[in-house]
């Protein structure tokens, strides 16, 4: 599969300096100084108080309200709708996606507990956690689900896949693997979807065939980006990465044709990514200091503070790590030390 590819001429410097965020320790709420402030974007906040600080690194929501992140140490978090409450993983391995097809088929992946043993899968069954055999030694580190399919994708070219049903996990054999980590899944549905990796690696799988493609996927300057986050919104494909000296984002729309854009910061990472066809948000860090940024169709980028508050220890934290659309105007965002807030955005 290939695309058309348009790089465009500006590149944005983004001086991003970042204030605690005015956001409110306990259930969501509208706050004030949020609903005050002057940018459209930063309409209400709420952050909320864990039972853990450790690190965070993805979230997802099922449609009937309910979310879970995971993170460090097996931490497990679920939204009940009113509070975050701490579940019973099983495990003290890291956990670094969560992904799930309604509120009783859900799944979460990570590392092995120890070295030398097998990759961590482990699945909710709207009751409870329990471990599937992964046949693997790979971190993983992006699940993905759509009907009966499950996949998930990690260290050195590794891609599982199992029936939603079964809970039996095989590897999928792929020609040529290159040895890159693959870190981000998505699409439109089982039988179309693509993978996304380190040194601009792209895998798509359409109609029971694999195909790969890493010319389009490089910044202005034609070189490699580790592709870390990727996000498909129907026909609409949102992608971010980094390269030696900068970010880079990434548009493919319904006529497959791929914009990009870079983003002119040292230091910057975007592990998470959640869009539509016609806006997308965009979380990380840059310099050590949290980041979040918007996209619309057109590519252009606006940074919206962060605003996050100290824990009461006094910590802040210094980078968002994953992010989930409740809808097209509010977004959980979750990060390093505990992190979660819940951002009401424009649509």
Known sequence: MSSKRVVLGVVLGIGLVFSGCESVFGKFV???SCEDDSDPQNRDCAQYPLPTTSNLYSVWGSTTGEAWVVGDGGTILRWSGHDWVSEVSGTAATLYSVWGLDSQ???AVGGPEEPGGDSMILFWDGVRWSRQQSNS?????????SGDDVYTVGQNYTVL????????????SLQNPKQVDLIGISGESSSNFRIVGDESTVLYFVDGTWTSNVTNYQSPSMQPVNLQSIFVSGKTVWTAGTN???GVTFREGSDKM????????MSISFPGVWGT???AWFVGSINSSASFISLDANMNAKPIQTRIKATPDGNISTAYRGIWGINDHELWLVGDRGLIQRRRVAP
């Open 30 to 32: 509208n706050d004030r």
């Open 105 to 107: 088929h859900v799944w």
């Open 137 to 145: 030694k790979r971190t993983l580190r992006s699940v993905w689900a």
């Open 161 to 172: 896949h199992s029936l939603r049903m079964t809970g039996s996990w095989a590897s999928v």
């Open 244 to 246: 030696s000296t900068r």
């Open 258 to 265: 791929l914009v990009t854009k870079e983003i002119s910061q």
């Open 277 to 279: 066809a016609s806006n």
